[in-house]
């Protein structure tokens, strides 16, 4: 049996062919149930996958470099694991910074990957947790992939846990949410990622997250939100669109999420030590 959020009830906010999204009516996380999973490596399925890579590459750099200043004010962060490297954007600007890192993931073959091959760990199997003293690990964008992240987490051995996470409640989560609520899924079927082989299994509130961290035994001692999507929005899509009108639309909407992003943003950065206060 998986392991929830909170005992309350759920209450469906969206259900169609590709994908049924429920919401904690406690802490507002949102669970997405997927249908029709495509087979194979979540990079095989991207349509425009060079343009998508390169957005997406373009953006985790500023992040990866805010990031590493992060984790520099914590003490005895070393060795540390970057869980789900992908790219090898962060791996690479954590080792630039001098901190004793490794990466890994399923995929070795990420489009306009940068890791190094030597600092790179092969994951045999989904969730595989590499054996080796880590006292910090690392999960940019990866948990919420995971069916049961309270299990996940619970098994993870680590003196901090960094998390970055794509939230229920920034603007294009909202925006998606109202769509839905007027028959117009598509937003929130691109938000879950559907028809990717690993999907969003979940989206977070910021009192989901402390919540489902305290059933897996963490306790969140910072956080901090991150500039998600920029300009570079047309490009961020998975299915990026052609039409220059859309893509026009979406550049100013991608400025804009960049300009409130400090203040309102679709990602979350959290901090975690295990017996602490929140």
Request: a positive charge; hydrophobic letters at 40%.
């Amino acid at each position: 049996m998986l392991t929830r959020c909170c005992s309350s009830k759920i209450r469906t906010v969206s259900a169609s062919p590709r994908l049924k999204v429920s919401r904690c009516t406690k802490c507002g996380n949102l669970w997405g149930e997927h249908p029709n999973r495509a087979e194979g490596l979540p990079w095989e399925h991207t349509q425009g996958l060079d343009e998508f890579a390169g957005a997406l590459r373009s953006r985790r750099i500023l992040q990866a470099e805010a990031i590493v200043k992060l984790i520099r004010r914590f003490e005895a962060t070393e060795p540390l694991l970057d869980y789900g490297a992908g790219q090898g954007v962060f791996l690479s600007a954590a080792l630039a910074a001098g901190i004793d890192a490794f990466g890994c993931d399923l995929d070795v073959d990420a489009p306009l990957g940068t890791a190094p091959k030597d600092r790179f760990i092969q994951l045999d199997a989904p969730w595989q947790v590499p054996e080796g003293s880590w006292r910090t690990i690392v999960m940019l964008d990866v948990l919420e992939h995971h069916p049961d992240p309270v299990s996940f987490m619970s098994q993870l051995k680590t003196d901090l846990l960094v998390l970055k996470l794509p939230t229920a409640t920034g603007p294009s989560a909202r925006i998606a949410r109202l769509a839905a609520r007027a028959g117009r899924a598509g937003l929130l079927e691109q938000l879950f990622q559907v028809g990717d082989p690993s999907p969003h299994q979940w989206l977070p509130t910021r009192r989901g997250t402390v919540r489902l961290a305290e059933l897996g035994g963490w306790r969140r001692i910072h956080r901090v939100s991150l500039v998600e999507v920029g300009r570079e929005l047309p490009n961020r899509m998975r299915a990026a669109p052609r039409q220059r009108a859309a893509r026009v639309v979406l550049t100013i909407a991608g400025t804009i999420l960049g300009a409130i992003g400090p203040l309102w943003s679709d990602a979350e950065l959290a901090f975690f030590r295990r017996g602490e206060t929140s």
